[in-house]
């Protein structure tokens, strides 16, 4: 793949800027964290989520008996998974005992990585590059998935990237990459997966698309990811009618302002105005979206949900 997905931290200054005039964050993908990549390698405290493809007990983790056993949990797709958030949703759902398909569009390296560290947390993980914006890539990714675990349970739509500027200085390439990526690459892979879901019965499946607050509120020198991301929303309900009867949930999650190197470069006087458009007064954590993605994935009290976004913000916005 040719472009490079990661954005400067002008635009995360930017937008950063524009929280603080605005009072709503951007929350874009251009405060990935490189305090997030850390938590790759980062071992994950249990949870009191349960899986409900293969363990009816409710704590969670399995059991010390089983750990070290291969892991036989859910078949995750995890879109963008070598950095940021998508590193931590695919360690955590790792840590659980899911086999990991660790996505990425060139960090071959971190992704190998958050391999490693799933593995060594008891899940199992392969890390397969394909830039799921393009359809043949797409294609390529799942029979990946298939080939190496024989199904897919799970896709969580993360991968997403910034191009900001004011809309009436956005060039239609920048406009462009933005929609191919951060929503037609989350239909492209939502067909793809539901086509396998639906093959294995009884069909069961979960479908999570990280969007953004900025879908629901806009921004300012944002009107490609808040299109994008408005749009993640509109098809995520109707991916949820579509296959409410047919066992498969769809639901987005909303993330905030998460907290990153990037942003703690902005120095104190930025960082304390930005804090107080935040009534929780602090910046999320990847981990905070990964643990909904957790709840959303494997969680049987989440069976019921679907069609929902769900905001992980602090607050910010309600
Ligand atoms: P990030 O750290 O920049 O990571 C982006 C991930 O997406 C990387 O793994 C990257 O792979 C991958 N990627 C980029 N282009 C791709 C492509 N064409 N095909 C496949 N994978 C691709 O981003 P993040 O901050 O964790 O954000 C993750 C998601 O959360 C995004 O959808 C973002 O819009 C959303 N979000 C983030 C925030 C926030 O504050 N960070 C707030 C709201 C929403 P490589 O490493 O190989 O480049």
Redesign the pocket.
Known sequence: ?AFS???TSSSAHHIARNVVSKTRSS???????KR?QGMAGKKMSPSSSSIPFRFSSSSGRKSAMTVQAAADGPVCVV?????????AIATQLGAQGCRVVV?????SG??EEVCKTIKASGGDAIAVQ????KQEEVDALFKAAVDAFGEVNVLVN?????RDTLMMRMKLAQWQEVID??LT?VFLCTQAACKIMGKKKPVKGRIIN????VGVTGNAGQAN?SAA?AGVIGLTKTVAREYAGRNIQCNAI?????A?DMTAELGPEIEAKILTTIPAGKYGQ?ED?AGMVRFLALDPAAAYITGQTIHVDGGMVM
């Open positions: 793949m997905v990661r954005a929350c874009s993908s251009s405060l990935a964290s997030s879109t963008g998974a070598s950095r940021g958030i998508g590193a996505n990425y569009a060139a960090s971190p992704a394909a830039n799921v914006a993360n991968a997403g990237i910034t990526l951060n690459g990280i969007t953004s607050v990811y991301k909303a993330p905030g302002f998460i990153s990847p979206i």
